[in-house]
């Protein structure tokens, strides 16, 4: 599987948008940046592509939207993840607020511990 490099631009987006938290956590992951609430991923880039981690509800809701989809490598997509719509690059309000339900849901998570 060839993982896809994000552009400097990518990651200047995906940082842009992470929530100022102070137990949020930006760390680089197989050539991507992801951010981590309390040792769990909420949210990641694999290429160009955002994608955040959300209860099967708000998954589903994403999913309706158009440019949304699964998120992470083709051939072994992340089941509990969603890539953001790239159109909404343009439309902060509509990824705060699903960045915020994916940080929201994640926090929520039991803590994952230090390997």
Known sequence: MKMPKPSAEDKDYFRSIVPDHPAVEVKPMFGNVAAFVNGNMFMGLFGPAVGLRLGESERGKLLTVAG????????????????????????????????????????????????
Request: glycine residues 6%; positive net charge.
């Open 68 to 115: 949304s989809g699964p998120f992470g490598p083709e051939e072994r997509p992340m089941k509990e993840y969603v890539s953001l719509p790239a159109s909404w690059r343009t439309e902060p309000s509509k990824t705060a607020s699903w960045v915020e339900k994916a940080l929201d849901h994640t926090a929520a998570l039991p803590p994952k511990g230090k390997k």
